[in-house]
């Protein structure tokens, strides 16, 4: 029988109220469906955050990954996102049901993530490469969510906690909304971005390439889809260095506005803090101390 991790019960019941705690009860009969729908033995999930992701073996031989979820707007929109990029960079589904909440994917091998290479400028290469492969502009009849639903998310927590959430105090909770709306009042040619792409989601296939899971999906400038990786596998010291220079990296490689970068960096840093922000009193002091690693950067431009 399949251990579930009582953090990732948690999770499910703090997000989902009763209608998770529901979603839970039949998760063992879900996954015994899509062993007789695609043939499989399910293993024992990978590390989990929100959804049940597990390795499984198909009758055939093959290796996939099996992939369930609440069947929320935000699920069926990370399996629209998988579907529009059409695997160029990214992993390619084999089959699902996202009203159901659930896909089967192809495994990635060796499957090692970006996280694990020591080099932060040559991982800030590899992400800026995979980036390039990624990236393509948005059609017009795309109905993805665009950063407007980020800067949205920002002005319901200002209007909720006018005078801040967490250590975020109020006045920079307003500054980060302010930046919002002037970026995306700005906003170029909008393309199709991963909209959650740090070093976990980025994995080793074979020897040289390295593929993208588990996209957010969101349509918006290029540079806000480099905030995620900023904000990640950052050095207890030397924080601003260490950001400067992936700045730097995916500012020649790809063409990118840096100042657009910092700003943007800014405004998501704070939303991504308060996202954080537990009843407890508990957030990620990794991503609080961003935010003043952007303000000095910004004011550097």
Sequence with gaps: MIQLPDQWIQNIEHVHKEEGKRWLKRLPERIRECEKRWQLKVMDPFELSYNFVAPAKGTDGNEYVLKLGFPDEDFKTSVKALSLFKGNGMVQVIDGDPNEGMILMERITPGTPLALLEDDMEATQIAADLMRRLWKPASKTCDLPTTKKREKSLADLYRNYPDGIGPINGQTLEEALDV????NQIMGNPYLLH?????????????????????????????????????????ENHKTLTIRKRIEIFSERLNLDSRKIALWGFAHSVLATAWTVQENG????????????????????
């Design 282 to 301: 508990n957030y990620n002091e990794t991503f609080f101390k961003t935010i003043d690693v952007f303000k000095h950067i910004m004011s550097c431009k």
């Design 180 to 183: 919002f709306k002037s970026m």
């Design 195 to 235: 909209g959650d792409l740090h070093h976990y989601n980025m994995l080793k296939a074979g020897e040289e390439q390295w593929i993208a899971i588990d996209p957010k999906g969101l349509i918006g400038d290029r540079e806000y889809d480099v905030i995620q990786f900023l904000l990640n596998q950052l050095p």
